[in-house]
């Protein structure tokens, strides 16, 4: 029997993986992979493939996959930084900022599906809680 925090975490995992594979399809139908589609989420406040990379917490070659098949979809361009001649930084596209807010609303509306079985006091609650988690990680 695994103990308390390994079985919270799998249940949470779990449940992000249902309401992920219940969005498959319209990610798909979007042009979107579910990874590539995490990269596209996190770009406005993750403008930089390393800084993706850690708050994403996958592979620096992995992010440049998804930021070069992005690119070619047209969902996202790269433009070298003003600040630092060095460094390119990653602005969504229109058709980007389109197919991340459509894919957003369709995993809000499925996560709120399920949320929507428990009393809003406990919403809050779990609001409260996951907020309070993200924040011990700082």
Request: hydrophobic share 45%; with cysteine.
């Amino acid at each position: 029997m695994p103990n308390d925090a390994a079985q919270l975490w799998t249940l949470n995992h779990r449940l992000l993986t249902v309401v992920l594979d219940a969005c498959t399809a319209e990610l798909t139908e979007l042009g979107l992979d579910p990874k590539e589609f995490f990269v596209l989420a996190e770009v406005a406040t993750s403008p930089y493939p390393a800084e993706l990379a850690v708050k994403l917490v996958i592979p620096k070659a992995s992010v440049t996959v998804y930021v070069r098949n992005l690119v070619a979809k047209g969902f996202m361009r790269r433009e070298i930084d003003d600040a630092d001649l060095r460094r390119h930084r990653l602005v969504l596209t229109d058709e980007g900022e389109a197919a991340r807010d459509r894919a957003l609303a369709a995993l809000g509306a499925e996560f709120d599906r399920r949320l929507a079985t428990i009393e809003p006091r406990d919403r809050a609650e779990l609001r409260r809680i996951l907020l309070a988690l993200l924040e011990s990680g700082r």
